[in-house]
Structure formats: structure tokens, C-alpha cells
């Protein structure tokens, strides 16, 4: 084990308890449950304090010690501390007193949640001494991995499933990486990139470097809590794919609690799902603690995991603390993502959409009750699936270059403009 | 007759470092069976207290997963690889 693993402790089984070295493996021996690293608390609460978070820059390593790194972080510093919007119009047309968009939508480099992850996974990797990086993904992860193996000079090699949205292949092939598709969905990769991880000394960053990776997630928890004035927000809507991002936050705000940066108040922690692949919503609605694995079928390509690997533990996060879960179809998610455009002016990804849909059913339902307080986490942005929307969002005017022409336009469209 | 299993990671340190092992097994029951005489404690690692697959293994049969199939009850044929995998983060 390295002398200076910074505030790290181990790896430990979410299952057993097993503790294992601070390498490249995430998974445990005995039983195969997920590692997760272990911080000394004790040591962080003694650095980690409102006014020294506040001195340092504006990007999630300002929480360093709450991340999984030995040393300073050495790929994408700039990463994080997006904006967190106050969503007044948004609030007044779902109907809720407060409500706040997360909007990872402009997350630095490349548009998504994702970068803070990759920001961890590709620090440590490097950390560890390896100079070829790899993911599976669903188009968003391979984007950033691209981009910031780039920036870094490592070697990358993206998996993707072969029919992902054009915007999201393109948008991994720019940086030179070797872009891998493969012919089946998101599942598929997976299990094959388990194998390829197994053969290949690579850091594969949602494989064998899972423990550090889905660290990252935390930091949008960490911002949310400290852009809200150090308070966990009443309800987070969280969107779910492999479920990570939810149990991330989570524990974002518990770790926040358990350091006395923000005082212990009940917060509601409610998936997302697309309806076309929807395995941990389904089990919650029906009252299950496990799920059944699905063949995604949604435009929601970045949500499209069937086999989720975190299912479990999202289950029990939305349990724990009085969450639901809720999923919306093709049309609900192209809803939501107009809405969000429309009343805030962010355009989302289909998974935005799906966070906003189901944040609608919520508290259409009373689950979110009207008189409280919301974040949703918007996740990527909406340049990434154009073809989800495009033909669904009417066409341009085209007119000849002649005032008359366009007034008879205006004529009748918008009696209101030409009157004024 | 002969099947094949595909080991991960994990769960070579019980196999000598065998990366494919031949089975005979007529289900994916049986082969778990098969495998756990050759290479005691290999049972435990994919089945918990109940007898049923631990949550986090994913236990596939030509690219698919069994729980789309018959679980453990699922037949397999000469030539059939097996694999084993562990659940994955998303992308």
C-alpha cells in the first residue's frame, strides 16, 4: 500500500466488510460485492471547514480531502461548481413553492456530470501509474474520458453501444481516443469490457477503477449543500441509470452531516427513470428491496442500463429516507426537456428530461409536497441528443428577405407583436 | 459434454490462474456444482446462504444473462461458453 494515501483508509466491501488495498479492483473475493474507499474522518474533520472550502477555487476539488485522490489532483482541476439556478418560472408551472436546477448541463469540459467522475477516476489511475485508460459507456462517460485522457496525454479507448446518438460518437472521436462500438446495448458492453478489463492492464475508469470513479459523483451533493447556504436541499430528484449518482449523493450529505458542515435535517433523496427502462423504479412503486433486469427500449440512451449495478443500494437510499421513484416515456422525457428550455432556458439531455418529468409526477402527486423545496440534477446537455428531439420541436420560418413577407408572418402567428 | 466457463478476475486465485475450464455440467446449477469439487469455494463466492445467485454476480450463457433465461435451471449444450461477471458502474 502506498505510505501517503492522503485521507484514504482502504477499500472495503459494501457487503462484508472486507478491506483491500487502495489498487486498481473493485470487487470483493469472497462475496462480489462492490469496493468503496474509506476515508479517517477523524483526520478530515480536523482540515475540512466551511471558511477553508471557501478560500480555494470554484471546482469540486475544493472538497480534496472528501475525494479519493493520495496527491493534488493532476486531470481536471477545473471541473465542477456548476451552477445552481434558482428555477422560479419552472417552479410556478409544475406547481412548487422553491425549486433549484443542478445544471451539470455546462460542467467543464464536456458537458456532464460525468467530467467529475472522470476527473477522480484519471487522477488516480494516474496516481497508480497507468498510462492507458478505458471506459464502458453510454456515450457522456466516453465523451469525458476522451477529452480528459487528452488534456492528460494518456492513452484512451472508449466501448460504446454501436447505435449511440451521432452527437455522442463524434464527440468521443475528436479527442483521439480509439472509439469501440459495440453491436448490442449498454449491457453488452459491459459485461464485455468486465473481460477485456480482466485481460488488459488498462484503468478501466467504471471497472477496475470503480471505487475512486463513483467517488466523484459525491462532489455535485457537496455543491449542491454548500450553494444552498450549507443545507440539505428537502428533496433531491436524482436521475438512474446503473443508480450510482443517487447513493453518491446520499452519502455527499451524510458525510456533510457527519463533519458538522451542515446540520442533520430530514432530506428526500427520489429516482428518475426512463419508462422504457425502468428496472429500480418499477421494484420501488411495487415495494421490492431487488429488482428484475430489463432490455432498455428509451430514448433515454444515457439511463439505458437494464442490469444496474447500483440498483440495490438505490433502493435502500430512497427507502432510508422516504424517497420515491418514478419513471416517464418518450414523449413525458421530450416534455421535459421543452419545459426545462423553455421556462429556465437550459437545454438537457434526455436524461434532463427525465428528471424534470418525473420531478412533474411528483409533485403533481403530493409525493413532493407543493409547499416544500426541490433540486433536480440535470445531468448533460442537450447538444449531446439532438436526434432525440430534432422533428419534435417545430421548424424555422423560412421567408425571402423582404419586410413584407415577414409581416405577413407575424400576421398570423402573433397578433400581440404586430399590435405593439 | 464440454462446456466452457470463462473465470473472472476475482475468482482465479481459486483456479490456479485458469482463465477457461472445462465443465461437464448439464445446467448452470451443476456446473457451479462441478466447479465447487474441483476448486472448493468457488460455490460460496456465487451463491448465498439460500442456494440463490449473490446479487452482485451476473452469470451469463452465450452473451446472455440467465435471469433472462432459467436462473440456474438453465440448460446448456456442448460448446456453450459460461461467464461470470461482476456487476458494473454505469457510463
Known amino acids: ?420 | 459434454m464440454s462446456k466452457t466457463v470463462r473465470i473472472p478476475t476475482p475468482l482465479r486465485k481459486l483456479t490456479n490462474n485458469e482463465e477457461l475450464v472445462e465443465v461437464n455440467g448439464s445446467t448452470v446449477g451443476e456446473i457451479i456444482t462441478e466447479l465447487q469439487t474441483r476448486y472448493p469455494g468457488f460455490q460460496e463466492r456465487l451463491l448465498d446462504d439460500k442456494g440463490q445467485i449473490r446479487r452482485f454476480v451476473n452469470i451469463y450463457v452465450n452473451e446472455e444473462d440467465v435471469r433472462f433465461l432459467e436462473n440456474q435451471s438453465t440448460a446448456l449444450k456442448e460448446g456453450d461458453e459460461v461467464s461470470i461477471i461482476p456487476a458494473i458502474a454505469g457510463g
Not at chain 1, 471557501?54 to 479519493?68: F, I
Not at chain 1, 467522475?117 to 492507458?132: H, M
Not at chain 1, 443545507?231 to 450529505?253: C, D, E, F, N, W
Not at chain 1, 424555422?396 to 405593439?420: G, M, W, Y
Open chain 1, 1 to 420: 500500500m502506498e505510505k501517503n494515501a492522503g485521507f484514504m483508509h482502504a477499500l472495503k466491501c459494501r457487503e462484508c466488510g472486507r478491506e483491500y488495498p487502495l489498487t486498481a479492483t473493485h470487487v470483493c473475493e469472497y462475496d462480489f460485492g462492490p469496493l468503496e474507499v474509506a476515508y479517517d474522518y477523524d483526520r478530515i474533520k480536523r482540515t475540512l471547514t466551511r471558511n477553508n472550502i471557501a478560500s480555494r477555487p470554484k471546482s469540486m476539488w475544493r472538497y480534496r480531502e472528501l475525494l479519493p485522490v493520495a496527491g493534488d489532483p493532476t486531470v481536471g482541476q477545473q471541473v465542477g461548481f456548476t451552477p445552481l439556478v434558482k428555477a422560479d418560472r419552472l417552479a410556478a408551472k409544475l406547481g412548487i413553492r422553491e425549486l433549484w436546477i443542478k445544471n451539470d448541463t455546462v460542467n467543464y469540459p464536456t458537458l456532464s456530470f460525468k467530467d467529475r467522475v472522470v476527473s477522480v477516476a484519471l487522477s488516480r489511475a494516474r496516481e497508480l501509474g497507468f498510462d492507458v485508460v478505458a471506459c464502458a459507456s453510454t456515450g457522456n462517460l466516453a465523451n469525458s474520458v476522451a477529452a480528459n485522457a487528452a488534456a492528460a496525454g494518456l492513452k484512451a479507448y472508449v466501448f460504446i453501444p454501436s447505435d449511440l446518438e451521432q452527437g455522442k460518437v463524434v464527440n468521443s472521436l475528436i479527442y483521439g481516443a480509439r472509439v469501440v462500438g459495440i453491436k448490442g446495448h449498454y449491457d453488452e458492453v459491459n459485461r464485455l469490457c468486465a473481460e477485456i478489463a480482466g485481460k488488459f492492464g488498462w484503468a478501466f475508469v467504471n471497472v477496475n477503477m470503480r471505487p475512486y470513479y463513483a467517488e466523484g459523483s459525491k462532489s455535485m451533493g457537496y455543491e449542491i449543500a454548500e450553494q444552498l447556504g450549507w443545507q440539505v436541499p428537502q428533496h433531491t430528484v436524482v436521475p438512474m441509470a446503473s443508480g450510482s449518482l443517487l447513493t453518491k449523493i446520499r452519502k455527499a450529505y451524510q458525510e456533510l452531516i457527519r463533519l458538522g458542515l451542515v446540520r442533520e435535517q430530514p432530506h428526500r433523496i427520489h429516482g428518475a427513470q426512463a419508462t422504457g427502462c425502468s428496472p429500480i423504479s418499477v421494484a420501488q412503486k411495487a415495494g421490492l428491496d431487488f429488482f428484475k433486469p430489463v432490455k432498455p427500449d428509451t430514448i433515454a440512451k444515457s439511463l439505458a442500463i437494464g442490469t444496474p449495478a447500483d440498483g440495490f443500494y438505490a433502493l435502500k437510499v430512497m427507502q432510508e429516507t422516504n424517497g420515491s421513484a418514478e419513471d416517464v416515456t418518450d414523449d413525458e422525457i421530450r416534455e421535459g426537456i421543452r419545459l426545462l428550455a423553455e421556462h429556465e432556458g437550459i437545454f438537457a439531455e434526455t436524461a434532463g428530461g427525465v428528471t424534470v418529468g418525473v420531478a412533474k409526477k411528483l409533485i403533481a402527486s403530493g409525493r413532493i409536497p407543493s409547499d416544500e423545496s426541490a433540486v433536480l440534477c440535470i445531468t448533460g446537455h442537450g447538444l449531446k441528443t439532438l436526434d432525440a428531439v430534432a422533428g419534435h420541436v417545430g421548424r424555422a420560418a423560412e421567408i425571402k428577405p423582404s419586410l413584407r413577407e415577414f409581416e405577413a408572418l407575424v400576421a398570423t402567428e402573433d397578433q400581440s407583436i404586430v399590435n405593439t
